[in-house]
């Protein structure tokens, strides 16, 4: 019995403890929702979200959003200013509430409300921001359940206290101390800059590609210039951000040269390689090129340490930039589009040469893809020669100058040749095939014959 008094007592005691505190937080909030500073603080945060969001449209009707093109030329630029539209609205109501912050604990005012819909405000705009330019679900639950409480942990001044209990956690390994703090801090900016410089890149590219007063080759420099340079300064920043001393990387440079001369030589001639061909201007995209080892395709894209060249099978060749430079290349379409190219036939010896050449010239005149017209000149338009004298027959062959390469989409000599066919065979002119003579001789013939080679031999 005393027992169980003595646990009702307890239970009472802790329930009218609890009854009261929750009392006294209960006249807290009353006192500070019905005080003239939360009335001043409301009316402050009503004014700044109604400025902010009067001069957000103003500038929407002043900078009016960019329709975006399906084309893939469009401007990468227009997708940063529409969504710089979007959330002008946010960040000047985040900027005037810092600056209201500021003011009022330069004056002694009291601005716990104003703080409050300051880290709200922040929270819910970065949210948003993740959400619209993040891409990928890994990186997105990253952004959202690791950075946005490390951010309300550092608005609510909480942050700074867990820094210093992990920073007093840590391994001794020789004379390198790593603590938690560190391992954290390189994760969560390690990421972050990985992020960051594939955005950047990404954007730095396209706005580089898709700039309209450079030709193909200068953009494609910019682009390499672009993409090492973004790399260095990033790697930079994760060495600073590891605690490492920049001075030393004078060393690591020295150092590097040596490896560079030794055994990445040819990873640094391949890069140096690329950068030739894009100054030079030897080779550009859409190029139709042919290696001296047979290799052939087009040139679809200009890597640091490769080319990749697109075949008419569609396989990609990765061919390393120095070969470019050390071996015989045939450029097909670089300085001029149009190519000559030759289909030989042939027909009998009683055939009217003359007359059967310009009935196959003006056959091959009318293939959509082949050159041809009065307004041509005469070495261009399609040509039909005597090649060679045959055993059987006479040897012809037709020029033509075309658009392009003759393969793939541009298959124009297996056309003509099926023009030729038909033309001859509707204007009833022989093809001739070889053909032998065959002799049967009797037995007087064999001995005269064979008398007369004896005769010879004597």
């Not at 391994?171 to 990985?194: A, D, K, M, Q």
Request: charged share 20%; aromatic share 10%.
């Amino acid at each position: 019995m005393t027992l169980i008094s003595t646990n009702e007592t307890i239970n009472s005691i802790s329930q009218d403890s609890l009854t009261a505190m929750l009392n006294d937080y209960f006249v807290i909030a009353q006192d500070a929702l019905t005080s003239m500073g939360f009335v001043v603080q409301l009316s402050i945060v009503a004014s700044i979200y109604l400025f902010s969001y009067l001069i957000a449209s103003r500038l929407r009707k002043k900078i009016s959003p960019i329709k975006e093109s399906a084309d893939s030329s469009t401007h990468s630029l227009q997708s940063v200013v529409n969504r710089f539209l979007d959330v002008v609205f946010p960040m000047l109501a985040i900027s005037f509430l810092t600056l209201a912050t500021l003011l009022g604990e330069r004056y002694d005012i009291e601005t716990w409300l104003i703080n409050t819909v300051l880290i709200i405000a922040v929270l819910a705009f970065l949210n948003t921001v993740v959400g619209a330019v993040v891409e990928g679900e890994n990186l997105i639950a990253f952004m959202r359940w690791v950075m946005l409480p490390l951010v309300f942990l550092h608005l609510v001044g909480i942050l700074p206290h867990i820094i210093s209990v992990l920073e007093t956690v840590a391994i001794n390994i020789g004379n390198v101390e790593v603590s938690f703090y560190g391992i954290g801090r390189v994760l969560v900016f390690g990421i972050i800059l990985f992020w960051l410089g594939r955005a950047f890149r990404m954007v730095g590219r396209n706005l580089i590609r898709n700039h309209k007063n450079l030709d193909v080759t200068t953009k494609e420099v910019f682009t390499k210039v672009f993409e090492v340079a973004l790399f260095c300064v990033g790697f930079l920043v994760l060495l600073n951000i590891m605690g490492i001393n920049l001075t030393a990387l004078a060393v690591f440079g020295g150092a590097l040269g040596v490896g560079l001369g030794l055994g990445l030589q040819t990873i640094a001639s391949n890069f140096i390689s690329g950068i030739i061909i894009l100054l030079d201007h030897s080779l550009t995209i859409g190029d139709f090129v042919e290696l001296e080892d047979g290799s052939k395709g087009f040139v679809r894209e200009f890597r640091m340490r490769y080319t990749v060249l697109e075949t008419y099978d569609g396989k990609d060749i990765l061919v390393p930039n120095e070969k470019f430079i050390n071996s015989l290349l045939t450029n097909w379409t670089h300085k001029d589009p149009k190519q000559r190219y030759r289909i030989d036939f042939s027909v009998a010896y009683k055939t009217d040469i003359r007359a059967m050449c310009d009935i196959i010239r003006a056959a091959v005149a009318e293939h959509p893809q082949v050159i041809s017209g009065d307004d041509i000149p005469f070495e261009e338009r399609p040509d039909c020669e005597i090649d060679s004298f045959g055993d059987s027959g006479v040897n012809m062959f037709v020029e033509f100058w075309m658009y392009g390469v003759d393969d793939g989409k541009n298959r124009v000599g297996g056309d003509l040749l099926l023009i030729v066919f038909e033309t001859l065979r509707k204007h009833n002119i022989e093809i001739p095939f070889p053909q032998r003579e065959v002799r049967v001789l009797n037995d007087k013939e064999l001995s005269a014959l064979k008398a007369h080679e004896d005769r010879k031999d004597d």
